[in-house]
T-cell receptor
Framework: DAGVTQSPTHLIKTRGQQVTLRCSPK?????VSWYQQALGQGPQFIFQ???????QRGNFPDRFSGHQFPNYSSELNVNALLLGDSALYLC???????????FGPGTRLTVL | QKEVEQNSGPLSVPEGAIASLNCTYS??????FFWYRQYSGKSPELIMF????GDKEDGRFTAQLNKASQYVSLLIRDSQPSDSATYLC??????????FGTGTSLTVIP
């Protein structure tokens, strides 16, 4: 049973560029949440996708956008990258509300 | 006031001792509570979840929830060096957003 997968593992971009991160949820899961984790901090909720729609959004600017596909996989897009966007980006999948979330290995984004 | 607060530590305990990790939250209507373990450079791994007041045990781990006092704790019995990690408390108040604390760093000394 495959767990949550994310790609790429690492990414280096320069300020102003755009980036797309990808996530495949755990088998049987239909909900995907994205988090940003800065060094020494806890994960910060970006948004959650369910049935191909953004169901809830955290306190992140519109530069952060996402998408969910019919097979439940998801993408996170970040435009006009800033140095402060450097972080570990985590995808978590779950099923149903108030249910446990399982994290993927994360994508380490470095913005130079 | 942050939604979820944890003592950042570091917390050091000798091998075989009980490690006690605490977390408080601000939203009294919170329904679901989770503990994650995160090794350095890795992603969070779910250890336990608890929804009702009281204790919930799973192996060497016990989660304790007190909604009246708005705190949740994690006890690790017979601590092992492999338990050395950062422990994250997560709370799901309502809706679909989870709030995480900054984590408590635990070191188990052999």
């Amino acid at each position: 049973d495959a767990g949550v997968t994310q790609s790429p593992t690492h990414l280096i971009k320069t300020r102003g560029q755009q980036v797309t991160l990808r996530c495949s949820p755990k088998s049987g899961h239909d909900t995907v949440s994205w988090y940003q984790q800065a060094l020494g901090q806890g994960p910060q909720f970006i948004f959650q996708y369910y049935e191909e729609e953004e169901r809830q959004r955290g306190n992140f600017p519109d530069r952060f956008s996402g998408h969910q596909f019919p097979n439940y996989s998801s993408e996170l897009n970040v435009n006009a990258l800033l140095l402060g966007d450097s972080a570990l980006y985590l995808c978590a999948s779950s099923t149903g509300r108030n249910n446990e979330q399982f994290f993927g290995p994360g994508t380490r984004l470095t913005v130079l | 006031q942050k939604e979820v607060e944890q003592n950042s530590g570091p917390l050091s305990v000798p091998e075989g001792a009980i490690a006690s990790l605490n977390c408080t939250y601000s939203d009294r209507g919170s329904q679901s509570f989770f503990w994650y373990r995160q090794y350095s450079g890795k992603s969070p791994e779910l250890i336990m979840f608890i929804y009702s007041n009281g204790d919930k045990e799973d192996g060497r781990f016990t989660a304790q929830l007190n909604k009246a006092s708005q705190y949740v704790s994690l006890l690790i019995r017979d601590s092992q060096p492999s338990d050395s990690a950062t422990y994250l408390c997560a709370v799901n108040p309502t809706g679909n957003q989870f709030y995480f604390g900054t984590g408590t760093s635990l070191t188990v000394i052999p």
